[in-house]
């Protein structure tokens, strides 16, 4: 079946640093790849919408200039989070529609700035 | 718009015992509907989908649940319960059919007793 890698699976970085996450689709074409972003004991929050070879479309209140996406072929879909700060700590997870109403979600992102 | 609510946020049964997990849904259409379920520090796995076909859906594992547009409900039941069960469970609806964005409710967090 479809299967979206993402990596890392999960990341330490300092306080400032930038942080990149990849979602690859290993066989299908993504062209459109979703971002979201879930908080210890809560329920998954979308991000944005990141569609191949155009802007990421972002939820109110995603800073777009802290999460940058970018989606420049149709298998990779990447989110950088810029200047992370303690806040940011969070499991990022993508998912990638793959047909008739199947979505496949990468394994996830475990993020701890420090 | 659509919206989710799953009914508990935490659940806890014996194993060999059935589980029930609610569900209730608002949604402007037709909507598709899905339940997925997290382990701990891991991606998130189908478990079954709802799109307007038979309203008794069966999943992986054993789970099913039953579309009821009269109750806008999408309850996930098993009739016995297994200790690899334990897991969060998220009830989610489809935005804008079968390419939109993915709608979660909180979770219900499901503990089995030995």
């Known amino acids: 079946g479809a299967v979206v890698s993402q990596h890392p699976s999960w990341v330490i970085c300092k306080s400032g640093t930038s942080v990149k996450i990849e979602c690859r689709s290993l066989d299908f074409q993504a062209t459109t790849m979703f971002w979201y972003r879930q908080f210890p004991k809560q329920s998954l929050m979308l991000m944005a919408t990141s569609n191949e070879g155009s802007k990421a479309t972002y939820e109110q209140g995603v800073e777009k200039d802290k999460f940058l996406i970018n989606h420049a072929s149709l298998t990779l879909s990447t989110l950088t989070v810029t200047s992370a700060h303690p806040e940011d700590s969070s499991f990022y997870i993508c998912?990638?529609?793959?047909?008739?109403?199947?979505?496949?979600f990468g394994s996830g992102t475990r993020l701890t700035v420090v | 718009a659509q919206s989710v609510t799953q009914l508990d946020s935490h659940v806890s049964v014996s194993e060999g015992t059935p589980v029930l997990l609610r569900c209730n849904y608002s949604?402007?259409?037709?909507?598709?509907l899905f339940w997925y379920v997290q382990h701990p520090n891991k991606g998130l796995q189908l478990l079954l989908k709802?799109?307007?076909?038979?309203?008794l859906v069966k999943g992986i594992n054993g789970f099913e649940a039953e579309f009821k547009k009269s109750e806008t409900s999408f309850h996930l039941t098993k009739p016995s319960a297994h200790m690899s069960d334990a897991a969060e469970y998220f009830c989610v609806v489809s935005d804008r059919g079968s390419q939109g964005n993915l709608i979660f409710g909180k979770g219900t967090k499901l503990s089995v007793k030995p």
């Open positions: 998912s990638a529609p793959t047909g008739e109403y199947g979505y496949t």
């Open positions: 709802y799109t307007s076909a038979a309203t």
């Open positions: 949604s402007s259409y037709s909507p598709s």
